[in-house]
C-alpha cells in the first residue's frame, strides 16, 4: 500500500531474512523503487544459502553486494 500512496524513489529496510520480507522487496522492485537493505551472515555465501532468500538471487534482484 505504502509504494502505490507514497510513490517511494528507495526504500531503505534493515535486517531481511524471511519469506514476507523477500515478497515485500519484490514487489518493490517490480514497482520500479530502489531497495536498500541489510543481510546478517558472516559471507555472501552464507546468505545465498538461505532458502528464503534465494528468489533474490536467482531474479538478480540486487546490482551490488557491499559487505
Known sequence: ???RSMSPE??????????LDVKSIQEAV?????VICSIHGYT???????PSLNPL???QV???YIY
Not at 14 to 19: M, N, P, T, W
Not at 44 to 50: G, P, Q, S, V
Open 62 to 64: 540486487f546490482d551490488r
Open 1 to 3: 500500500m505504502m509504494i
Open 10 to 19: 528507495v526504500l531503505a529496510v534493515d535486517e531481511i531474512g524471511d519469506e
Open 57 to 59: 538471487f536467482q531474479e
Open 44 to 50: 555472501l555465501d552464507d546468505i545465498r544459502r538461505r
Open 30 to 34: 517490480f514497482a520500479g523503487v530502489q
